[in-house]
């Protein structure tokens, strides 16, 4: 320690390719991002801009849209510079940064996933009480909480991570600074820090997906009761929709971090993440929000008032 020196900068490694495929990657990479930012700024834009979405639901789908462009911005224009830079380096504070807002947004996405499950269970479960439950107030009141439990779930592991003495080596074999990789760049122990980095999703996923499941599950049990078949139709498509972006979250996210960091696999750990912050962000407005009719309809007035 006393002969190291202390990193100022870290070299992503990203994805090592050959100059014309990263090109290639380049276009594909900026396409996806681009549709992703313009596909949910519109869902955003409709939410706020038509009076038939101000119902909890497209409430919380906006914040979710925000989250998605959150989240891949956070992540995809340094690896988009880095596909065009011979030195893809990142400053410490840059690599900390960014470690912070991609966990802040993924940790954010599953309180709001469960936020999201409770909101369906109030409306198929008791929906004559649902304007009196989810009213404004209490909708501010669980975004809110979505940030700010969020925000106290990833600092502890933020704050050990920041602490730790890096010298040495400073090359990350990932597209971003993420925590396993940049864990083993430190000269120290680092067990505490990846006890709480094993800990603390375990804790977040469980808890998501327990009330998640626990919601479609009294939501299933209201469907089968709805004597219309068209009804219990929609609301089992509304539901499996849901649940199956859910189980894709909640699969990538226990298997890259909810678990200890000897037995995860360099190639998966940058591969997965793909899935999770540039995939996702991209088909999550069309899953939720994009192919219901009463977005369909806002979509169309937007575009006659447009024209």
């Known amino acids: 320690m006393e002969n190291g020196t202390s990193v100022t900068e870290f070299i992503l490694a990203g994805f090592p390719n050959i100059h014309e495929v990263e090109i290639l990657l380049l276009v594909v990479f900026l396409l996806?991002?681009?549709?992703?930012?313009?596909?949910?700024?519109?869902?955003?834009?409709?939410?706020?801009?038509?009076?038939?979405?101000?119902?909890?639901?497209?409430?919380?789908?906006?914040?979710?849209?925000?989250?998605?462009?959150?989240?891949?911005?956070?992540?995809?224009?340094?690896?988009?510079?880095?596909?065009?830079?011979?030195?893809?380096?990142?400053?410490?504070?840059?690599?900390?940064?960014?470690?912070?807002?991609?966990?802040?947004?993924?940790?954010?996405?599953?309180?709001?996933?469960?936020?999201?499950?409770?909101?369906?269970?109030?409306?198929?479960?008791?929906?004559?009480?649902?304007?009196?439950?989810?009213?404004?107030?209490?909708?501010?009141?669980?975004?809110?909480?979505?940030?700010?439990?969020?925000?106290?779930?990833?600092?502890?592991?933020?704050?050990?991570?920041?602490?730790?003495p890096y010298c040495g080596a400073n090359v990350i074999d990932h597209y971003f600074c993420d925590s396993a990789p940049l864990l083993h760049l430190a000269c120290a122990d680092i067990q505490l820090t990846e006890w709480v980095d094993f800990v603390v999703p375990w804790v977040l996923l469980l808890g998501s997906l327990a009330l998640t499941v626990l919601s479609c599950a009294y939501i299933n049990s209201t469907i089968f009761r709805i004597p219309s078949a068209q009804g219990r139709q929609k609301a089992f498509a509304t539901c499996a929709s849901r649940f199956t972006v859910f189980s894709l979250g909640f699969g990538i996210s226990i298997f890259v971090y909810a678990r200890p960091s000897h037995m995860t696999s360099v190639h998966l750990n940058k591969r997965l993440p793909v899935v999770s912050s540039i995939a996702a962000p991209l088909v999550n407005p069309f899953i939720f929000s994009l192919r219901k009719e009463q977005m369909k309809e806002a979509l169309k007035m937007l575009c006659t008032k447009a024209w």
Request: glycine share 6%; aromatic share 16%.
């Open 32 to 164: 996806i991002y681009l549709v992703t930012v313009l596909g949910n700024t519109l869902i955003i834009v409709l939410v706020y801009a038509d009076g038939h979405l101000h119902s909890p639901m497209y409430y919380f789908l906006s914040y979710l849209s925000f989250r998605e462009i959150s989240l891949t911005s956070s992540v995809v224009p340094k690896m988009l510079a880095n596909f065009l830079s011979e030195k893809k380096t990142i400053s410490f504070d840059g690599c900390f940064s960014q470690l912070f807002f991609s966990f802040l947004m993924g940790t954010t996405e599953f309180i709001l996933f469960a936020v999201m499950s409770y909101d369906g269970y109030v409306a198929v479960c008791n929906p004559l009480r649902y304007p009196s439950i989810m009213t404004s107030k209490v909708c501010s009141t669980l975004v809110l909480g979505c940030w700010v439990g969020a925000f106290v779930m990833i600092l502890s592991s933020l704050v050990l991570a920041a602490q730790l």
